[in-house]
């Protein structure tokens, strides 16, 4: 398996260090490598920072103080003084990780929502955004929303991937307002398509058609609800389209989902598709 690379950019909360531990449990499937990455923000008394960084580094060993020798060796550990999400976007940049794993006390907090919306609209790598009160280390089920889109294939490709390195049972789930026969048809359709792929690579799959409310926020909730109701350890979401349209309708989405979730959530940015 290819080596993987995983960002982790902490502040040392609860929610970073399930993110920095879910980093590791990912790590030791994939050999890959972590980045644990602490910004101190531009805001710091410049004065106190070389204090600041001994008691960062000690913050970070008492972090690697669990794991042996064959885990330290994968763990590297970056201190940077700057503002926090350019400092992370730059960074991201450099080393080119094939994931970010980031925590979130605050996600229900407007301010320091946005925060986490503006980074994954700037970086290139699916993100994982730990909120809520998830404190499970592992990945067995994985939520799948679907919809018409081209993009959806980005989704199941990683969704693939993911499911294989953890052994993970896939839901793919369509929720939608509409009470059009032949857009349900298609929805359904479009299920049994993405099914068929994961039943072809022996990944046990299920599909669940959700119907809800006609407003973003209620098919959100309906995703979360079902992800809570099935206990899902990831849900696998597009953060923006192509059209105008569409980017209104799936970077709203994403908004709800992200606020209001209790599951890491896998953000995953469109590629072109011009190209493809």
């Known amino acids: 398996m290819a080596k993987n690379v995983i960002l ?26 972590v980045y644990l990455l602490h ?23 008492n972090l690697l103080d669990d794991y042996d020798d064959s885990i330290r060796r994968r763990v590297h550990t970056r201190i940077e003084y700057g503002a926090v999400n350019q400092t992370i976007v730059k960074v991201e940049k450099e080393i080119r990780p094939d994931f970010i ?35 499970k280390v592992g990945c067995d089920r994985i939520v ?13 490709d990683l969704a ?5 390195i953890y052994g993970a049972k896939v839901y793919a789930v369509s929720a939608t307002g509409s009470h059009d026969a032949e857009t349900l048809k298609q929805l359904e359709g479009k299920m049994s ?24 926020e209620s098919m959100a909730n309906a995703v ?26 799936v970077g709203s989405m994403a908004t709800e989902l992200i606020k209001k979730a209790n599951v890491p959530i896998v953000c995953v940015s469109p590629k072109e598709l011009n190209n493809k």
């Not at 068929?196 to 006609?214: G, H, S, V, Y």
């Open 224 to 249: 979360n609800d079902f992800a809570d109701d099935i206990e899902a350890s990831a849900i696998i979401i597009m953060t923006h389209q192509e059209t105008k349209l569409q980017k209104f309708f």
């Open 101 to 135: 794993f980031m925590g979130s006390d605050a996600a229900r907090n407007d301010h320091n929502r946005s925060i986490t919306l503006k980074l994954i609209d700037k970086i290139s790598c699916p993100m994982v955004v730990f909120a809520g009160r998830y404190d």
């Open 144 to 156: 799948l929303p679907v919809d018409l889109t081209k993009e959806t294939k980005q989704k199941i």
């Open 39 to 61: 910004v101190i923000p531009q805001k710091s008394n410049r004065d106190n920072l070389d204090y600041e960084i001994d008691m960062i580094q000690n913050q970070v060993l």
């Open 193 to 216: 398509e993405v099914k068929a792929i994961f039943d072809k690579l022996q990944i046990e799959c299920e599909t669940r058609l959700l119907k809800t409310e006609p407003h973003v």
């Open 8 to 33: 982790v950019p902490t502040n040392f909360s609860s929610r970073a260090n399930l993110a920095y531990r879910q980093s590791i449990n990912f790590a030791e499937r994939t050999k890959g490598d």
């Open 160 to 164: 693939v991937k993911i499911a294989k």
